[in-house]
C-alpha cells in the first residue's frame, strides 16, 4: 500500500518534460532532462542496493521519499532550465533510492511459494496507482498549473512517508 501511494506521488516522467517546455526551455534541449533524470537513476541504483544489503532498505526508503519531496518542491517552483535540470536529477535519484528498495521489500517479505503473486500484485497496483497519478497530475496541470501538479507530488510522498513510519512503528525492522 505504502509503495502504491508512493506511485500516485510518482506520476508519469512526462511532466518533467512538460515543466521543461513550460519554463522555456528550447524543445530540440527537453529531452536531455530525461537522460539527466536516467544518469542519475542509472548511477544510484547500483549502490544503493549494495548499501540497503548492507544496512538495511528501510532507511534508504525514507531518504528516497524525502528526495522525492525536495525534487517535487523544486519542480513547483523552478522559472528556468537549470531548476528543471536539477529537479530532473532529484527525481532519478528518488527512483535509484525506492525502485530496486521496494521490489526487494517484496521479495523480503512475501513467502517463497507467493513470490510470483506478490510480485504481481505489486505491480498491478503500481500500475493502477501509476494510470490514477498521471490522470490527477494531468487535471491539475490543466485546472491549476504545474506548481500544483507538483506540489500534489510532495503532499503524496507526505502521505507515503507517515505510512511507511507507521508501519515501522507498528513492524520494526529486524
Not at 530532473?88 to 521490489?103: I, K
Not at 498521471?134 to 502521505?159: E, H, K, N, Q, Y
Request: glycine share 10%.
Amino acid at each position: 500500500m505504502v509503495g502504491a501511494v508512493l506511485t500516485l506521488a510518482r506520476f508519469s516522467e512526462a511532466f518533467l518534460i512538460l515543466r521543461a517546455q513550460d519554463v522555456g526551455m528550447r524543445l530540440a534541449l527537453v529531452p536531455i532532462v530525461m537522460v539527466v533524470m536516467s544518469v542519475v537513476y542509472a548511477a544510484s541504483a547500483y549502490p544503493v542496493g549494495v548499501l540497503s544489503d548492507r544496512i538495511g532498505r528501510a532507511g534508504l526508503l525514507l531518504a528516497g521519499f524525502v528526495v522525492l519531496i525536495a525534487a517535487d518542491l523544486v519542480l513547483a517552483v523552478a522559472a528556468a532550465p537549470w531548476l528543471v535540470l536539477a529537479g530532473a536529477a532529484l527525481w532519478g535519484l528518488h527512483m535509484g533510492l525506492t525502485q530496486g528498495l521496494l521490489s526487494a521489500m517484496v521479495a523480503d517479505t512475501a513467502p517463497p511459494q507467493l513470490s510470483g503473486s506478490a510480485f504481481g500484485l505489486f505491480n498491478l497496483a503500481s500500475g493502477i496507482a501509476l494510470l490514477f497519478a498521471s490522470v490527477i497530475a494531468g487535471v491539475l496541470w490543466d485546472s491549476a498549473g504545474p506548481a500544483a501538479t507538483f506540489l500534489a507530488g510532495a503532499g503524496f510522498t507526505l502521505a507515503a512517508l507517515v505510512g511507511l513510519l507507521m508501519l515501522r512503528a507498528v513492524f520494526p525492522p529486524r
